[in-house]
């Protein structure tokens, strides 16, 4: 199927969007009035711009508040029409949509609707042309896809059909299922805008909320399986009004949204199979597409930090004081392996390396980190068909070549074959010379939980789209916490096995730890490395003896704790007595407690699953929070 973007979704003017469009590899785009009305030249100019790079110019939008006139203003909006009619023929435009009117004084009669839609259908009929007509979801009268429809059917002219937009449907949670009923040639077009749940009028919801298929949490895969067995075969077009991807760089907007259309196909692929019963390969019904299947993901198998001298020596006795040991040396490079239980940190010291550049741009920080992965060949062979860039190091003679894509910061994601050795076969690019030991501080079976990133305003959904993408990833619960100094969202994706899980969060508000960590990072980054342990209290009493630097909590936590929780007396003093925090479900029960940041930029915390707790911790969200903004105070 064709692709298509609306130029409304892309930031800058137009000659900007349409060679972004292009860059992106989509085949065509709407060119929306407002892009138009700013560009300098002439509407024909446009044409030949976009046929240059290209791209076939789909639609020209929107043409408002048409229908449900009198009779004197009907008059004038045809002539209104006649001139708009004009410019598509310049633009080489063979469709304009026309919105349901969203005046108060309208007319919802159908065939008071139909007459006159039938008469523009004849105007444009005479130039070639074709009127699609769209049901707006704040509209008064006609706002539902199956009200639109009737007026279409009611109106029964060639040149006229009904356009559709996912969001238009599923804000008013209006059941998609029956669009398969309509016959696929009178659907004109298709509109593809995915959205979160936020309490707001329709309009605003519209007008700032929109983003692109993947990043939201609408039934994207049940909307476009409708238009899909309806018998539609046009372009699947994204429409996307975002006040932050309208800030964005349009070229890294529109590799999104080329990425959010091949995902959705992906899933109309799976779709397919359900419904014939044939495998993946076989199933070609929606789109060629076909990448390798996500990945099996098994967990992290190093997280990789840029570092220079000075800072490698300081985080080295970080590590330390929180029961790391160095493993060994790389073989080659001047790169150092520390780890406890199944943990492994790599510091990257390398002159003239990727981790230097990284290092010099954003300081001490994650550079990279490693996933393990049954396949890692497919796994880079889906990135790469989803948009990321491969990324090749040096390597040395007999050394191991990792797999790396680029991630949306920039930083690396490596994926690692399990089965080169497990989860730490790539220790044979390492000289070790101190074995790892099961009598660490954390414990036996010790292994990365989950990781936290910081991101800046307007990167949640990039990511979102990268991890839900590339790695198969599921949204999980979307939360606010509350620092002392402002709200800070967060959204976790995991992987199906919850083998990998990703806490993502991003604060508006300048003086919150994710705010000041973004700021500090210059960029997003790992604020936290979650690791999970089989005994905390055990861990903890370690810790505190080998004078690890560990984050106080106050003691009215403890005393809050005691009131509400009926918890053995015993547990709660040494939990009061380690900074541990607790929280509970109806599943079970989970302990968490954190190290004080290393240089203020990121830090680890422990926790114990108990039972079949799989969330988070979030309810003791703001007495953390509150705790971290006390150390920095302490600390200044």
Same mark, same amino acid.
């Given at each position: 199927? $064709?692709?298509?973007?609306?130029?409304?979704?892309?930031?800058?003017?137009?000659?900007?969007?349409?060679? !972004?469009?292009?860059?992106?590899?989509?085949?065509?785009?709407?060119?929306?009035?407002?892009?138009?009305?700013?560009?300098?030249?002439?509407?024909?100019?446009?044409?030949?711009?976009?046929?240059?790079?290209?791209?076939?110019?789909?639609?020209?939008?929107?043409?408002?508040?048409?229908?449900?006139?009198?009779?004197?203003?009907?008059?004038?909006?045809?002539?209104?029409?006649?001139?708009?009619?004009?410019?598509?023929?310049?633009?080489?435009?063979?469709?304009?949509?026309?919105?349901?009117?969203?005046?108060?004084?309208?007319?919802?009669?159908?065939?008071?609707?139909?007459?006159?839609?039938?008469?523009?259908?004849?105007? +444009?009929?005479?130039?070639?042309?074709?009127?699609?007509?769209?049901?707006?979801?704040?509209?008064?009268?006609?706002? @539902?896809?199956?009200?639109?429809?009737?007026?279409?059917?009611?109106?029964?002219?060639?040149?006229?059909?009904?356009?559709?937009?996912?969001?238009?449907?599923?804000?008013?949670?209006?059941?998609?299922?029956?669009?398969?009923?309509?016959?696929?040639?009178?659907?004109?077009?298709?509109?593809?805008?995915? !959205?979160?749940?936020? &309490?707001?009028?329709?309009?605003?919801?519209?007008?700032?909320?929109?983003?692109?298929?993947?990043?939201?949490?609408?039934?994207?895969? &049940?909307?476009?399986?409708?238009?899909?067995?309806?018998?539609?075969?046009?372009?699947?077009?994204?429409?996307?009004?975002?006040?932050?991807?309208?800030?964005?760089?349009?070229?890294?907007?529109?590799?999104?949204?080329?990425?959010?259309?091949?995902?959705?196909?992906?899933?109309?692929?799976?779709?397919?199979?359900? &419904?014939?019963?044939?495998?993946? /390969?076989?199933?070609?019904?929606?789109?060629?597409?076909?990448?390798?299947?996500?990945?099996?993901?098994?967990?992290?198998?190093?997280? #990789?930090?840029?570092?220079?001298?000075?800072?490698?020596?300081?985080?080295?006795?970080?590590?330390?004081?929180?029961?790391?040991?160095?493993?060994?040396?790389?073989?080659? &490079?001047?790169?150092?392996?520390?780890?406890?239980?199944?943990?492994?940190?790599?510091?990257?010291?390398?002159?003239?390396?990727?981790?230097?550049?990284?290092? #010099?741009?954003?300081?001490?920080?994650?550079?990279?980190?490693?996933?393990?992965?049954? =396949?890692?060949?497919?796994?880079?062979?889906?990135?790469?068909?989803?948009?990321?860039?491969?990324?090749?190091?040096?390597?040395?003679?007999?050394?191991?070549?990792?797999? +790396?894509?680029?991630?949306?910061?920039?930083?690396?994601?490596?994926?690692?074959?399990?089965?080169?050795?497990?989860?730490?076969?790539?220790?044979?690019?390492?000289?070790?010379?101190?074995?790892?030991?099961?009598?660490?501080?954390?414990?036996?079976?010790? @292994?990365? =939980?989950?990781?936290?990133?910081?991101?800046?305003?307007?990167?949640?959904?990039?990511?979102?789209?990268?991890?839900?993408?590339?790695?198969?990833?599921?949204?999980?619960?979307?939360?606010?916490?509350?620092?002392?100094?402002?709200?800070?969202?967060?959204?976790?994706?995991?992987?199906?096995?919850?083998?990998?899980?990703?806490?993502?969060?991003?604060?508006?508000?300048?003086?919150?730890?994710? %705010?000041?960590?973004?700021?500090?990072?210059?960029?997003?980054?790992?604020?936290?490395?979650?690791?999970?342990? $089989?005994?905390?209290? %055990? +861990?903890?009493?370690?810790?505190?003896?080998?004078?690890?630097?560990?984050?106080?909590?106050? /003691?009215?936590?403890?005393?809050?704790?005691?009131?509400?929780?009926?918890? =053995?007396?015993?547990?709660?003093?040494?939990?009061?007595?380690?900074?541990?925090?607790?929280?509970?479900?109806?599943?079970?029960?989970?302990?968490?407690?954190?190290?004080?940041?290393?240089?203020?930029?990121?830090?680890?915390?422990?926790?114990?699953?108990?039972?079949?707790?799989?969330?988070?911790?979030?309810?003791?969200?703001?007495?953390?929070?509150?705790?971290?903004?006390?150390?920095?105070?302490?600390?200044?």
């Amino acid at each position: 199927m $064709r692709r298509s973007i609306a130029t409304v979704s892309l930031s800058g003017m137009l000659r900007e969007k349409l060679q !972004a469009a292009a860059a992106a590899r989509f085949d065509g785009v709407e060119i929306f009035e407002n892009d138009l009305l700013q560009f300098p030249g002439s509407p024909r100019d446009v044409r030949r711009i976009a046929e240059d790079l290209g791209l076939s110019i789909d639609m020209f939008q929107p043409f408002r508040d048409f229908d449900g006139v009198t009779p004197a203003q009907l008059l004038r909006n045809l002539d209104r029409a006649e001139r708009k009619f004009d410019v598509m023929q310049e633009l080489g435009a063979p469709l304009i949509l026309v919105c349901t009117n969203a005046q108060s004084d309208a007319s919802g009669d159908v065939e008071i609707l139909a007459e006159q839609m039938h008469q523009l259908a004849e105007r +444009a009929g005479r130039r070639g042309l074709r009127v699609g007509y769209e049901a707006l979801a704040w509209a008064p009268q006609i706002n @539902r896809f199956g009200q639109a429809w009737q007026v279409v059917q009611r109106a029964n002219h060639p040149h006229l059909g009904i356009v559709l937009d996912s969001f238009h449907t599923l804000a008013l949670r209006d059941d998609p299922l029956p669009i398969a009923q309509i016959p696929g040639d009178k659907i004109f077009y298709v509109q593809l805008a995915d !959205a979160p749940w936020v &309490k707001l009028d329709v309009l605003s919801h519209s007008r700032h909320y929109r983003c692109f298929p993947g990043q939201g949490e609408f039934e994207m895969a &049940k909307f476009t399986a409708a238009v899909l067995d309806a018998g539609y075969t046009g372009p699947l077009s994204l429409e996307i009004f975002n006040d932050e991807f309208r800030a964005a760089p349009a070229r890294a907007t529109a590799a999104d949204a080329m990425r959010s259309l091949l995902w959705l196909e992906e899933q109309m692929r799976d779709v397919a199979s359900l &419904k014939t019963g044939k495998s993946h /390969g076989e199933s070609r019904r929606v789109s060629l597409f076909d990448p390798p299947p996500p990945p099996v993901l098994r967990g992290w198998s190093f997280v #990789e930090f840029a570092v220079d001298a000075g800072s490698a020596a300081r985080l080295a006795q970080f590590l330390q004081a929180i029961g790391f040991r160095r493993i060994g040396k790389h073989r080659s &490079k001047a790169v150092d392996l520390y780890g406890q239980g199944e943990v492994r940190v790599v510091l990257n010291l390398e002159e003239d390396s990727f981790a230097r550049a990284y290092f #010099e741009a954003h300081g001490v920080s994650a550079c990279a980190t490693a996933l393990a992965t049954d =396949d890692a060949l497919a796994a880079l062979s889906r990135a790469e068909a989803l948009g990321c860039t491969r990324v090749a190091g040096r390597v040395g003679q007999n050394e191991l070549t990792i797999p +790396a894509v680029r991630a949306p910061d920039g930083s690396l994601l490596y994926f690692f074959d399990v089965h080169a050795g497990g989860e730490h076969g790539f220790e044979a690019d390492f000289i070790i010379d101190n074995a790892p030991s099961a009598a660490t501080a954390f414990g036996e079976g010790a @292994r990365i =939980d989950h990781l936290v990133q910081v991101l800046p305003t307007g990167q949640v959904e990039p990511w979102t789209l990268f991890y839900r993408a590339v790695l198969g990833l599921k949204p999980g619960s979307s939360t606010v916490m509350h620092d002392p100094y402002g709200i800070i969202r967060n959204r976790v994706m995991e992987s199906s096995g919850r083998e990998v899980r990703y806490a993502l969060n991003v604060s508006e508000r300048e003086n919150t730890s994710t %705010a000041r960590t973004v700021s500090q990072f210059g960029g997003a980054g790992v604020q936290q490395i979650a690791i999970s342990v $089989r005994d905390l209290v %055990a +861990a903890m009493r370690r810790l505190k003896a080998q004078g690890a630097s560990l984050l106080a909590v106050p /003691g009215n936590y403890y005393d809050d704790l005691a009131a509400k929780y009926d918890l =053995d007396p015993a547990l709660l003093a040494s939990m009061r007595e380690l900074g541990i925090m607790y929280d509970r479900d109806a599943d079970g029960e989970f302990f968490q407690a954190y190290t004080t940041p290393f240089d203020g930029r990121f830090f680890f915390s422990m926790i114990e699953r108990c039972g079949n707790y799989q969330q988070y911790g979030i309810a003791n969200a703001p007495v953390h929070l509150g705790a971290l903004a006390q150390w920095r105070d302490a600390a200044a």
